[in-house]
């Protein structure tokens, strides 16, 4: 039978023989996750001052720099709540530290945040290994002091639990649930969307609605397929989730050409507030003007914030269901493509604030058609004017022999 001393002595040797295995094994983990996930481990590579020096490499483990968080403040978010206890214990150094590393080392950012899943690589590590800490701190107090040294651990560690939960999770929280539609909207909106749009037609839609259409064969990630954007496992898709890089809107002809090209046949688009990656904010809304200004797309029904357009449709029917104003349209002076993408910038914003448009659009036509000032503008404003309102004054009388 071992002796104690000797027993220590090969499990710490044992120990060490396995850590270069634990290494590899965390690798291959984390190929397989990324392989899994995104289908692009070498999309990502070890931070550049790791090829410098020790010293640089030790710099980038403690100042590493989050997506949202400065640099340094993810170890400190990491640990603080454990109150730094799990650094005491050899099961860290084993276990933790190599997912750690990995993580602080490399230059996709979005590996160092909380809120996603990297940390969960890390996180059941420290917890697991807080109780050979406990030990080992335990034996820093002469045996008099235990039962002091003892009170002093567990309130150390309870206050620093207590106060990293309350600065830290209610702010992450919000941040990854700001975006989350309430059931019951999301349950309207999973219901208009299936009566508007059949289930075997291809549709491009915003994060939060691609959920609702997913059941299809064909479905697109908006702006896609008319602008690849955080599309398919590639080193460029990595780059734009982590926000190194953004793709900026196409230029409107650019985007008008590519939509005749792609035949996709249903578009929705979402004017409130809500998830609009792989594009920023006004990227989105600048392409979603853009498409709402192209005529291979019509709208074909507007309800709340939502707006659904169809290849093929009517497109200047579309524009009175989204609100535009026709006498806005053919009265002004400056061009017909300025002033329609000023009336539907106008309607866009109406549906941000959700205010109601001109949502009777055939009583709006009526008024403008009786009106000695809309009969005006029609007759003495340019040709390209007056075939406009003639393309409205078609539309509206369709619409009736179809109604």
Not at 111 to 136: C, D, N, T, V, Y
Not at 265 to 280: C, D, F, H, M, S
Not at 343 to 357: D, N, S, V, Y
């Amino acid at each position: 039978m071992l002796k104690p001393a000797k027993w220590k002595i090969r499990l710490n040797l044992g120990a060490a023989k396995s850590l270069p295995i634990f290494i590899g094994a965390d690798e291959v983990r984390l190929i397989f996750i990324f392989r899994a996930g995104l289908a692009c481990f070498e999309g990502t590579s070890i931070h550049p001052s790791l090829h410098l020096s020790p010293f640089d490499a030790i710099k980038a483990l403690i100042f590493c720099e989050g997506h949202f968080t400065q640099p340094g403040a993810y170890p400190m978010l990491l640990f603080a709540p454990f109150a730094f206890f799990p650094l005491f214990s050899g099961v860290f150094a084993l276990f933790a530290l190599p997912n750690y590393a990995v993580l602080a080392l490399s230059d996709w950012k979005a590996m160092r945040e909380l809120g996603f899943q990297h940390a969960s690589l890390i996180a059941p590590w420290l917890a697991a290994s807080l109780p050979f800490a406990f030990s080992k701190l335990q034996r820093l107090m002469d045996e008099k002091w235990q039962t002091q040294w003892r009170k002093v651990l567990v309130a150390t560690f309870s206050l620093c639990l207590v106060v990293s939960f309350f600065r830290y999770v209610p702010h992450t929280y919000q941040h990854f649930h700001s975006n989350i539609m309430p059931k019951e909207e999301a349950e309207q909106i999973r219901s208009f969307l299936s009566e508007v749009i059949p289930l075997d037609a291809s549709v491009s839609a915003p994060s939060q609605l691609v959920p609702h259409l997913a059941h299809r064969k064909e479905v697109y990630l908006f702006p896609n397929p008319f602008q690849r954007a955080g599309y398919g496992p590639s080193p460029t898709t990595l780059k734009q989730l982590d926000g190194r890089l953004w793709v900026k809107p196409l230029k409107v002809k650019v985007l008008h050409k590519r939509m005749k090209e792609k035949a996709v046949e249903y578009i929705v688009l979402k004017a409130g507030r809500q998830n609009t990656w792989p594009l920023k904010p006004d990227y989105y809304e600048q392409t979603a003007i853009g498409v709402l200004t192209c005529e291979s797309y019509g709208v074909l029904a507007v309800k709340g914030d939502l707006v659904v357009l169809k290849r093929g449709e009517d497109f200047w029917l579309g524009l009175m269901k989204l609100g535009v104003s026709m006498y806005q349209l053919a009265g002004q002076e400056e061009g017909n493509q300025r002033s329609l993408e000023q009336g539907i910038k106008e309607a866009w914003e109406r549906l941000k604030e959700g205010r109601e448009g001109n949502g009777k659009w055939t009583n709006i036509l009526a008024c403008r058609l009786g009106s000695w000032r809309y009969w005006r503008d029609f007759v003495f404003n340019r040709w390209d004017n007056f075939s406009l309102a003639g393309r409205m004054v078609v539309s509206f009388r369709n619409a009736l022999q179809r109604s």
